[in-house]
């Protein structure tokens, strides 16, 4: 069994900062791709940034220069970092991630909220 456990979310006004965290458990041999979801009430969810095994990173063009995604292979963690955050990147964030067990599939957090008002 593979659990992703995400923390961090929570409520912050414009302009303010929040750290995503999402750690994976189980019988875990490798950890390839990990990615950031969003989904806003009434829309669709949306992928927001993504790292590959070799830490190479791309994000959604609404986020680039204020959101940073890493991880950490030896804890099995990824984490969003979001500055300058406005009201339209309230969502509920989920992580995801492509896990090798006995199988290569993908797997999904609980989700996290992250609701920017003043």
């Known amino acids: 069994q593979v659990q992703l456990v995400e923390s961090g979310g929570g409520l912050v006004q414009p302009g303010g900062s929040l750290r995503l965290s999402c750690a994976a458990s189980?019988?875990?041999?490798?950890?390839?791709?990990m990615r950031w979801y969003r989904q806003a009430p009434g829309k669709q969810r949306e992928w927001v940034a993504i790292?590959?095994?070799?830490?190479?990173?791309n994000y959604i063009d609404s986020v680039k220069g204020r959101f940073t995604i890493s991880r950490d292979n030896a804890k099995n963690t990824v984490t969003l970092q979001m500055n300058n955050l406005k009201p339209e990147d309230t969502a509920v964030y989920y992580c995801?991630?492509?896990?090798?067990?006995?199988?290569?599939?993908?797997?999904w957090g609980q989700g996290t909220q992250v609701t920017v008002s003043s």
């Open positions: 995801h991630a492509t896990i090798v067990t006995t199988f290569y599939r993908g797997y």
């Open positions: 189980g019988s875990i041999r490798s950890i390839d791709t």
């Open positions: 790292i590959t095994s070799g830490a190479t990173t």
